[in-house]
Structure formats: structure tokens, C-alpha cells
Nanobody, 118 residues
Framework: VQLQASGGGLVQTGGSLRLSCAASGTIFGINAWGWYRQAPGKQRELVAT????????NYADSVKGRFTISRENAKNTVYLQMNSLKPEDTAVYYC????????????WGQGTQVTVSS
């Protein structure tokens, strides 16, 4: 599975961005998709995850009500809509695809930089 993330950029506080993660290759067996982020000097943290069928989503407390994860099956693409952005959202954002049972199937995209100016 190959993941190509895009959509990052520079935005002012309160602005919005939409990240995209296009998946290619053998995605059969992937049952969870997610976005993680890593700020300078900090560990990578979970931002949002969803099950393949969209029936289950999970968000970090810091982004609840502001970020929305979604998936467009026809395009094998996962999105992260980010609204009301804050400077503390500044980080490199990574998309992830994995199988929750067979954990060796765990794939990462290359990361996309999001910078929120105050």
C-alpha cells in the first residue's frame, strides 16, 4: 500500500485546510485509516481515525469539533477537514492505513506540513 498525502500549507489562525491521502496498491485488508501529527520536539500523536466502513471514528480531544475525517471509497482517498485552526495545530501530518488485527500491515504516507500563524 502506498499513501500520498497532500493539502498542507500555511494558514492564519481560524482558517481551514483539507488534507488528502490517496491510497494505491493492495488495500484489501486495510480496516482502519487515520491521521497523525508530529510537532517539532514532540512525539507523533493521533489526530483522527476511522474504520473502513466509516462506522467508527475517533478524535484527539484537542481537535474534537474542529476536525473531521472522512473517506471517499471510489477514489481510495481519506480526508481530514481542519477548521478553526490554531497555532498549536502546527505540525507535520501523516496519514496511516492499517489492519487492526494483523498489525504487520501498517502503512504511512510521507507527511505534509501544516503551519498555522498567529
Amino acid at each position: 500500500v502506498q499513501l500520498q498525502a497532500s493539502g498542507g500549507g500555511l494558514v492564519q489562525t481560524g482558517g481551514s485546510l483539507r488534507l488528502s491521502c490517496a491510497a494505491s496498491g493492495t488495500i484489501f485488508g486495510i480496516n482502519a485509516w487515520g491521521w497523525y501529527r508530529q510537532a517539532p520536539g514532540k512525539q507523533r500523536e493521533l489526530v483522527a481515525t476511522m474504520s473502513t466502513d466509516g462506522g467508527s471514528t475517533n478524535y484527539a480531544d484537542s481537535v474534537k469539533g474542529r476536525f473531521t475525517i472522512s473517506r471517499e471509497n471510489a477514489k481510495n482517498t481519506v480526508y481530514l477537514q481542519m477548521n478553526s485552526l490554531k497555532p498549536e495545530d502546527t505540525a507535520v501530518y501523516y496519514c496511516n492505513a492499517k489492519n487492526m488485527v494483523f498489525t504487520r500491515y501498517n502503512y504511512w504516507g510521507q507527511g505534509t506540513q501544516v503551519t498555522v500563524s498567529s
